[in-house]
């Protein structure tokens, strides 16, 4: 985003920032490749320590307290060295339950697979749609009764749809905003996460480069105000967010749709890159932000592990 203070450099350099396949329709092919070199994942090495993550969260709140910022996102990030082919692992990835924008995406090198249940922008029929997911609990009936009734994980919601009304405002050609849903209750990898969906009639043309220059990077992921909450990542983590937290989803005639690129994994080679984090506000508890952190990397592990 224009102004925003530039963070810690990303683990994956070699993954280019914008990357595009343009597709054709040909007829489908039956050939199998064979899988010939075994998968292995070796040991996480995570980006900061328990610790260190509970720190990040407690000058957050320090940051608040000053009035600096409303809610920052704090997100870490692990690696772990593989060998063998990682198709069939990155393919359990996109295959996760709840993943709106499941998908493997390959370049030289490299490779991206992406579970994703958030959009970060959609274009139909002349309406731009955003729906923001802030606050999870367990995907079980306490913890459904707990996402409810959380006045923390509501206001931490609200301050994003908020942000998301106001990104959708700036974008040239946009009409008024509504929001057509608040705090939906819906269900990832045994998460429940909280849905809003946020729309604004497009009144005129509105090129690709100001459609991501109004809603990137997403609030969800950001914090509010979204310049104050950069400044703050940039400060904080030791890591740069690469591939993740970005979008990734396709551009057809009339048509754009764009995951935010949350529950994402890359690999480069050599080490899986996998990030998680959370939404930090006043009242936040630094020990349940780094146990929410867990319980959402936790699913990508368990897939890349598996088999």
Not at 38 to 65: F, K, T
Request: charged share 20%; net charge neutral; with cysteine.
């Amino acid at each position: 985003m224009a102004g925003g203070t530039v963070g810690a450099p990303s683990p994956v350099p070699g993954i280019p920032d914008v990357y595009a396949v343009v597709y054709g329709h040909v007829p489908q092919s039956t050939g199998v490749t064979p899988e010939t070199r075994r998968w292995s994942l070796g040991p996480w090495r995570d980006s900061w320590s328990r610790a260190e993550h509970a720190d990040a969260v407690d000058r957050v709140r320090a940051a608040i307290g000053r009035g600096d910022v409303y809610q920052v996102n704090v997100v870490g990030h692990a690696s772990a060295a593989y060998t063998g082919e990682p198709g069939p692992a990155l393919r359990r990835i996109a295959g996760l339950a709840g993943a709106r924008y499941g998908g493997v995406l390959t370049g030289d090198g490299w490779a991206i697979a992406t579970a994703s249940p958030e959009t970060l922008v959609e274009v139909r029929d002349g309406r731009v749609v955003t729906r923001p997911i802030k606050g999870t609990r367990p995907a079980t009936e306490q913890g459904r009764r707990e996402l409810l009734a959380s006045a923390k994980e509501r206001a931490e919601h609200v301050m994003i749809v908020d942000l998301e009304r106001n990104d959708l405002a700036r974008l040239p050609g946009a009409g008024p905003v509504r929001v057509d849903e608040l705090f939906a209750v819906r269900e990832w990898c045994g998460l429940w996460q909280a849905e809003s969906v946020v729309s604004a009639p497009l009144d005129g043309e509105v090129g690709l480069a100001a459609l991501l220059r109004a809603v990137c990077p997403g609030g969800s992921v950001t914090g509010a105000p979204k310049l104050a909450a950069l400044a703050e990542i940039a400060a904080l983590e030791p890591v740069g967010r690469g591939v993740s937290m970005g979008g990734l989803g396709w551009l057809g005639p009339g048509h754009l749709d764009l995951g935010l690129s949350i529950r994402t994994v890359a690999v480069d080679g050599h080490r899986v890159h996998a990030w998680a984090g959370g939404g930090i506000t006043a009242d936040s508890d630094p020990i349940a932000e780094v146990d929410e952190a867990a319980a959402k990397a936790a699913p990508l592990r368990a897939a890349l592990r598996a088999g």
